[in-house]
């Protein structure tokens, strides 16, 4: 029997199952253990960047690439065919029929679940506007599934910007089919928005509003640390807010030895360079995570069997 | 007791009767249903037992169908819709809810894939306490009902 994602569009992580994004996670460990250069043999993936990246787009091709695949595409929209007004079904249509999958990003929100609906091979959403990024959030998943041994029953603060941080939203979603326990951490401009709140209390999903993260750390097993930016603010407003949203290495004494700190990058000033050289450290292998997570994720979408 | 009809009674079409009184004129436009061509009456702020004042629409020749009528229901949640042949309703809608709403809303996000591109707009809708929320099946930005319906 194919596996569950054979052939399907990778747009949002609402869509997917609980099993499924286990599948991911199991076959990310295979894939970081026992790496493969044949699962993506005689594939060629069209990798459609309209807006500009690093790290998803490069991890990205590397995933293809050390998975024995072609890939090819464009790193920003300024030099397609979508500048002469072309849209971006007639686009995708064309794109689609040259290749296996799409991997694409957009800055309009929607973009990624509008190509499926045109394109003949499975699309893969690497980030659409300010909507979702699930394979972020698969390798957050990855990631914490990796430092902890279990998605189950864990107990996560999310701090800094949870307002318009995307990968925040969609790994909320995600870890609630886990049963995770939330504190939010972020100046109240910055707070989690509402909608994200109301689907947690749907489900009966505890969270905690808090302000100091001097108060969390000796209660949680993951810090998921987001950048505020300072354009959002004006300067005054910014520099109070900044002091309290920054972790330091000396803020780690109280907390469990479990406790992984994560964050999607770029990071500014928010994590001190001290952090680095703590155990808690993991951002950096994180990040190396998205290209195990991606391979994974091409490997169930062009393979009945992994 | 003499009766007088405030609206002209209608041969063949469609009567939306106990509209809230102000909600005419955005359901006739929403709907587009001066673009019918066909003939068209519209009673605003009439007086009603029920309702203190109310809205209704008679369209002539046009037969609202099960899905069209639900639409409705967002606007006017207690209209009632009756198909009528030959002065006779032969058709009562029973107003309910769609779960979903295509073409007839644009996104509010401006940044919606959905206003440049050859589709139709798409909203799944949900009824909450006391709102209806509507979320884009592109952007999937989740929005009260109202706001989606000032927009168009």
Do not use: W
């Not at chain 1, 326990?181 to 109301?198: G, H, K, N, S, T």
Request: overall charge negative; glycine content about 6%.
């Amino acid at each position: 029997m194919a596996n569950p994602l054979y052939r399907k569009h990778i747009i949002s992580i609402p869509d997917f199952s609980r099993e499924e994004l286990e599948l991911v996670v199991e076959t990310a460990g295979k894939l970081k253990r026992t790496p493969r250069n044949d699962l993506l043999q005689g594939k060629l993936v069209g990798s459609c960047f309209f807006e500009p990246s690093t790290r998803t787009r490069l991890s990205f091709e590397t995933a293809v690439q050390r998975l024995g695949g072609d890939i090819i595409g464009f790193a920003d929209g300024g030099n397609t065919s979508a500048k002469k007004g072309e849209t971006l079904a007639d686009s995708i249509k064309i794109i689609s029929s040259y290749t296996d999958a799409v991997v694409m990003r957009h800055p309009k929100e929607g973009a990624a679940r509008l190509a499926s609906e045109f394109s003949s091979v499975p699309v893969i959403n690497g980030g659409d506007g300010s909507n979702q990024h699930p394979t972020q959030t698969l390798l957050d998943l990855f990631t914490i599934r990796e430092t902890q041994g279990t998605l189950e029953n864990l107990t996560i603060a999310f701090v800094g910007d949870l307002k318009y941080g995307r990968t925040v939203h969609s790994l909320t979603q995600a870890l609630s089919l886990f049963g995770a326990r939330f504190y939010f951490v972020a100046p109240e401009q910055l707070a989690m928005p509402d909608y994200i709140c109301e689907e947690l209390d749907e489900k009966g999903i505890e969270y905690t509003i808090v302000d100091s993260l001097d108060d969390v750390i000796p209660l949680i097993d993951i810090m998921y640390m987001t950048r505020v930016q300072r354009e959002r603010f004006d300067e005054t407003e910014f520099k109070k807010i900044q002091g309290q949203f920054v972790l330091r290495a000396d803020m780690l004494k109280t907390a469990r030895t479990n406790l992984k700190v994560l964050h999607p990058l770029p990071r500014v000033d928010e994590i001190t360079v001290d952090v680095d050289a703590t155990p808690h450290a993991y951002y950096f292998e994180q990040a190396k995570n998205g290209v195990y997570a991606r391979q994974a994720l091409l490997s169930l979408v062009l393979n009945e069997t992994v | 007791m003499q009766y007088t009809r405030t609206v002209e009674a209608l041969k063949q079409g469609t009567v939306i009767d106990h509209i809230p009184a102000g909600q005419g004129v955005n359901i006739l436009r929403l709907f587009k249903l001066a673009e019918t061509g066909e003939r068209i009456t519209v009673g605003l702020n009439l007086s009603s037992r029920h309702m203190g004042a109310k809205d209704i629409i008679k369209v002539e020749n046009v037969a609202l169908t099960e899905e069209q009528a639900n639409e409705l229901a967002l606007f006017a949640p207690k209209a009632t819709v009756n198909v009528i042949d030959n002065f006779e309703v032969v058709k009562k809608h029973k107003l309910e809810l769609p779960e979903s709403i295509e073409g007839i809303f644009a996104c509010p996000n401006s940044n919606c894939i959905s206003h440049a591109e050859p589709v139709k707009s798409h909203f799944f809708v949900k009824a909450q306490a006391k709102d209806i929320k509507m979320k884009c099946k592109y952007c999937e930005k989740v929005f009260s009902k109202d706001i989606v319906a000032v927009v168009r």
